[in-house]
C-alpha cells in the first residue's frame, strides 16, 4: 500500500503561482509513475503533469505546458508541481496519484484517470 498527501493548494489571482507537494510512504515499487491530476466542478478529471520514478519519461498536458512543471525528490519520496501563470481555467481539486509500472504514453493519451493509489486532493482557486 501507498499513502499519499498533497499540500500546498490555495487561493491566488490570475498569473499568480502556487506549488503543490505530495508525500509518499508505504510499499516502494520497483517501477512506477507518478502523476497530477485534477477534478473541477462539472468538468472531467484531467490529468496535469506524470513522472515516471526514474525521470526519464515527463508528460504534460497540453493545458499546462509552459507554465507547470513536475518534479519529485526521490529521497524525501516527494512529488511536486510548480505552478505558474495560473488563470482561472486551472482551479479546481488537484490529486497526486501513483500507477505501479511505467509512464507509458497509451496510458497518458487515455482521457479516463487510472491510478493504485491517490491522495486526499488539495484545493486550488485562480480569481481573475
Known amino acids: 500500500q501507498v499513502q499519499l498527501v498533497e499540500s500546498g493548494g490555495g487561493s491566488v489571482q490570475s498569473g499568480g503561482s502556487l506549488r503543490l507537494s505530495c508525500v509518499a510512504s508505504?510499499?516502494?515499487?520497483?517501477?512506477?509513475?507518478m502523476f497530477w491530476f485534477r477534478q473541477a466542478p462539472g468538468k472531467e478529471r484531467e490529468k496535469v503533469a506524470a513522472?515516471?520514478?526514474?525521470?526519464?519519461?515527463?508528460f504534460y498536458a497540453d493545458s499546462v505546458k509552459g507554465r507547470f512543471t513536475i518534479s519529485q525528490d526521490n529521497v524525501k519520496r516527494t512529488l511536486y508541481l510548480q505552478m505558474n501563470a495560473l488563470d482561472p481555467e486551472d482551479t479546481g481539486v488537484y490529486y497526486c496519484?501513483?500507477?505501479?509500472?511505467?509512464?507509458?504514453?497509451?496510458?497518458?493519451?487515455?482521457?479516463?484517470?487510472?491510478?493504485?493509489?491517490r491522495g486526499q486532493g488539495t484545493q486550488v482557486t485562480v480569481s481573475s
Open positions: 508505504g510499499s516502494i515499487y520497483v517501477s512506477y509513475c
Open positions: 496519484a501513483e500507477l505501479v509500472g511505467g509512464c507509458l504514453a497509451s496510458w497518458w493519451t487515455r482521457t479516463d484517470v487510472i491510478s493504485a493509489y
Open positions: 513522472m515516471s520514478n526514474d525521470g526519464t519519461t515527463t
